[in-house]
Each structure stands twice: as C-alpha cells, then as structure tokens.
C-alpha cells in the first residue's frame, strides 16, 4: 500500500511539475485565461515548482526503489508525465485553468 501511494505521488509531482513549466511560457499562460505575456514574477514562481516537483519526484522513486531502480522508474515516469500534460493541452487545456488562477493569485 505505501508503494502505490508513493507511485501515485511521483505520477503527481511529474504531472503538475510539467504542467507548470507549460504554464510558464506565453502560449500557454494565455490559453489559460492569463493575459498576454505571463507575468515575470509568475513564470519565476511556475518554473521552480516546476523544477522543486520534479526534485520531489526523483526523490520518491529513490525512497520507492532505490537509486538504481528509482532512478529509471523516475526518468519513465518524468516522460509520462510530460506527454500527459502535452495531452492535457491539446484536448482539454480548461483542465488546467484553476491551477493558472491559484498562481495568478499567489503571483
């Protein structure tokens, strides 16, 4: 049971981690729902999350597996959580609209 909770918290640091460096660039921060250019101070405070998640995440592979083990189970997981979020973006990218107001209002 910790393992799974573990694995599901890795899969959550890898998505969220990608969805912020996502949302840090113009593009995206507009589609969002967030003026044109995203703002300095915001695309700072989503790329070390961004960076601080995927930390997070390498370290819960590690204290999952091991750092042998660990460390393929997080660069596998990383790629997932990359193409989810490409998937998220392309499909349904609203999805991720409450996480761009939670930072516009903590930015």
Known sequence: MPEAILLLGLLACAYLGFAAFAMSQD?????LGGSRHCP???????????????LAALVLAV???GAGFGSLLWGTIITIGALCVVA??????????????LVQHLG
Do not use: Q
């Open 88 to 101: 998220t973006l392309s499909w349904r990218a609203h999805w991720l609209r409450p996480l761009a107001r």
């Open 27 to 31: 593009r995206h921060w507009h589609r």
């Open 63 to 65: 204290v999952r597996d």
């Open 40 to 54: 300095r101070r915001a695309c700072v405070v989503l790329r070390v999350a961004g960076w601080a998640l995927l």
